[in-house]
């Protein structure tokens, strides 16, 4: 009897590692706002990271978290740096790309609650008489993270964030920006 049921539990663990296994290597998060803001106001409230603060929909969970800016706080190569509490980790942020009016690319590396490394991208578009903001946000699966997803998806995890955020830099950028 005992050897049917550690049969039946390995078969069970194979069966649940191929499906693991089977699940997508990559994740992307996307969401968009427009915003009755020019251009050059949105580009400047992502572009200086001294101006997350204003916007940012993980700023509330952990007010007391302990970050660290670069100097330059804006532009490529600038860093935030962030150690916070179970819900917002530890990690960091670096813009990699930072085309005026265009586009803002940054590599977020998480160290707390789980290693891991995405690529975020910020768009930018005239559209009638504001600014059409993109947000997106991608990067690879590992094991642990495609288990991950077999209960919730990254999109899931992070898209309310992201709407959180938008709506919050929308109205931060409508009343005349917060970048320094």
């Known amino acids: 009897m005992l050897k049917k049921i550690l049969i039946a539990i390995a078969v069970l663990v194979g069966v649940l590692f191929v499906v693991i296994s089977l699940q997508p290597g990559t994740f ?6 427009m915003m009755a803001a020019p251009t050059a106001r949105v580009f400047a409230e992502i572009n200086d990271l001294r ?8 700023k509330k969970l952990d007010p007391s978290a302990k970050s660290t800016i670069s100097t330059p706080s804006a532009g490529k190569g600038a860093t935030l740096a962030w150690a916070g509490n179970d819900e917002i980790g530890e ?3 670096t813009i990699l790309d930072s085309k005026p009016d265009e586009r803002i690319e940054l590599e977020q590396v998480f160290i707390k609650p789980f290693a891991g490394k995405s690529r975020i991208t910020f768009t930018f578009a005239p559209e009638g008489g504001g600014t059409r903001v993109n947000w ?3 990067g690879t699966n590992d094991f642990v993270g ?3 997803c077999l209960v919730i998806s990254m999109d899931s995890l992070v898209g309310k ?15 005349g920006g917060a970048a320094p």
């Not at 992307?28 to 706002?33: F, I, N, P």
């Not at 101006?51 to 993980?58: M, R």
């Open 28 to 33: 992307l998060v996307q969401r968009s706002a």
């Open 136 to 138: 997106k946000m991608d």
């Open 91 to 93: 990690g960091s942020m």
């Open 51 to 58: 101006a997350w603060d204003a916007w940012s929909p993980w």
């Open 161 to 175: 964030d992201f709407e959180e955020g938008l709506a919050n830099m929308k109205a931060v950028v409508e009343k």
């Open 146 to 148: 495609k288990a991950m």
